[in-house]
């Protein structure tokens, strides 16, 4: 009787094949514990990355959408501003010393206010009866001091029928301040000297003014930074931006 007996080539071949194994299952389990953290870590950082970018995109939309709303909206308030102090027809509530000039009201000390209906009062020469001409109905004067300058301020606000007037009156002040044929008055009613900084604004129907001396009533000049920063702080930022801005509102 034959048995089925291997033969020399395959008892060779079964050991070989047994080595084999155990190499090929360090093999793939050495190649799986290596490269198993990778693709997650990638997919993190890439997932990551692209959020950041996502949002840049966002914020760079967001910025671009809320400026082009605040373009317009700003050029709509000006004009608004305009339409509701254009006249005292339409802006009919009278002034107050205190709306003027509050206490307390930042960048400046206010040490004396006063209202009055006699506008040339508040006027020297011939402004007087330009105010008078033009139908100025209120002044409203204030003495001011300022923290950074040792200066003597008087500023004021005049009440006009409406916008061209306000403009006709500014024209002539800077005609008659230029000649020295007539200008603004101090608090106490006197005139100033020859040189005195006398700065104005005109918006809707109303002029305002400030008019600058030293502490005893010495020339100021003109072209100094202190009252380049008086007339910014207060002819523009205070009875511009703040008195006839909330006025309008």
């Known amino acids: 009787m034959r048995h089925a007996t291997p033969t020399r080539s395959a008892h060779r071949a079964t050991p070989a094949l047994q ?58 308030a000006s004009a608004e501003v305009d339409a509701r102090i254009a006249a005292r027809t339409v802006d009919t ?14 960048g400046f000390r206010v040490t004396r206010a006063s209202l009055t209906a ?13 105010l008078a001409r033009y139908g100025c109905s209120q002044a409203v004067q204030a003495a001011l001091t300022v923290p950074y300058a040792d200066y003597r301020i008087t500023a004021g606000m005049l009440n006009l029928p409406d916008a061209t007037s306000a403009t006709a009156v500014g024209d002539q002040v800077r005609s008659l ?46 072209g100094t930074p202190q009252v380049q920063q008086i007339t910014a702080d207060i002819l523009d930022t205070h009875l511009h931006d703040t008195v006839l801005v909330r006025r309008a509102g």
């Open 19 to 76: 080595l084999r194994l155990p190499f090929h299952g360090r093999r793939r389990a050495r190649r799986h514990l290596w490269r198993e953290p990778y693709p997650t870590a990638h997919l993190l950082t890439r997932g990551l990355a692209a959020l950041i970018v996502l949002g840049i995109f966002v914020m760079l939309g967001v910025l671009i959408v809320a400026e082009d709303r605040h373009t317009p909206a700003r050029t709509l």
């Open 93 to 106: 509530a009278p002034l107050t010393a205190d709306e003027v000039f509050p206490t307390g009201a930042a």
């Open 118 to 130: 006699d506008c040339p009062a508040a006027a020297t020469g011939a402004l007087r009866q330009t």
């Open 177 to 222: 301040v230029e000649t020295g044929d007539g200008g603004f008055a101090e608090m106490s009613g006197a005139a100033t000297g020859p040189g005195t900084p006398v700065l104005w604004r005109t918006r809707g129907h109303f002029v305002m003014y400030c008019l600058i001396t030293g502490p005893s009533g010495e020339l100021v000049p003109a």
